[in-house]
């Protein structure tokens, strides 16, 4: 497994972003599939964005398509969720995981064995 640390997360502004870090320590992304998830108070915890490290290609929920951006910056080992146009329905925990070998079926929770301890993302409108 990969050891996951996030940064990032804060209150903003309906309207405005913010730029979540995940960092793997320890090992290496290569040959993973990078994954943010998020989970509201009182809901369950949802994919969001992922990444491909290998050849980079991307997957996105549709609540966040156009307005969310995940990339990863392979010599940093790091990988970056830009969120712009932030609302209220984006207020969540927002974590990190890992998933080795290629993308799965389905981007589900169960396919990811790596977890960050999450970071709390607050819009207020």
């Known amino acids: 497994q990969v050891q996951l640390v996030e940064s990032g997360g804060g209150l903003v502004q309906a309207g405005g972003s913010l730029r979540l870090s995940c960092a793997a320590s320890?090992?290496?992304?290569?040959?993973?599939?990078v994954g943010w998830f998020r989970q509201a108070p009182g809901k369950e915890r949802e994919f969001v964005a992922a990444i491909n490290w290998s050849d980079g290609s991307t997957y996105y929920a549709d609540s966040v398509k156009g307005r969310f951006t995940i990339s990863r910056h392979i010599t940093q080992n790091t990988a970056y969720l830009q969120m712009d146009s932030l609302k209220p329905e984006d207020t969540a925990v927002y974590y990190c995981a890992a998933k080795w070998g290629s993308v799965p079926p389905s981007l589900s929770e169960p396919y990811f064995s790596s977890w960050g301890q999450g970071t709390q993302v607050t819009v207020s409108s």
């Open positions: 320890e090992r290496t992304f290569s040959k993973n599939v």
